[in-house]
């Protein structure tokens, strides 16, 4: 599936009564509740004794890139745009892939 397609079809999904200036709130505290529920289960896993249920975190991380594409487009973005941007951006930091000491003195 497409990254843009991803975004089109779970948007199909977001409640029409938000106001279209409040779904960009409605994003970012989605992005941060489901973040903080994939930590948990990070956390579980290193510092409880539970296993990581790699199906959990496909959930998890479904959830998150549901709110991620819910922000683009709440600023009129496809998420394609985004993950260009990203890449751009990592590869001005890390040319050649990632290294300690550019990491540290960026």
């Given amino acids: 599936m497409e990254i843009n397609e991803y975004q089109k ?4 999904t977001l409640n029409p009564k938000i106001e279209k200036d409040r779904i960009i ?6 992005l941060s509740a489901e973040s903080g529920e994939a930590t948990d289960l990070v956390k579980k896993h290193l510092f409880q004794g539970h296993g990581l249920d790699k199906d959990e975190m ?3 991380l479904g959830d998150i890139a549901w709110y991620l594409a ?3 487009t709440a ?3 496809e998420l394609d745009e985004v993950f260009k941007t ?3 951006k990592l590869k001005k930091r890390f040319p050649q892939g ?3 000491d ?3 003195n960026r």
């Fill in 9 to 12: 079809l779970a948007m199909m």
């Fill in 25 to 30: 709130i409605n994003a970012v505290m989605g």
């Fill in 58 to 60: 496909i959930e998890e």
């Fill in 70 to 72: 819910e922000a683009a």
């Fill in 75 to 77: 600023l009129d973005i």
């Fill in 86 to 88: 990203n890449i751009e």
């Fill in 98 to 100: 990632f290294d300690p």
């Fill in 102 to 104: 550019r990491s540290m």
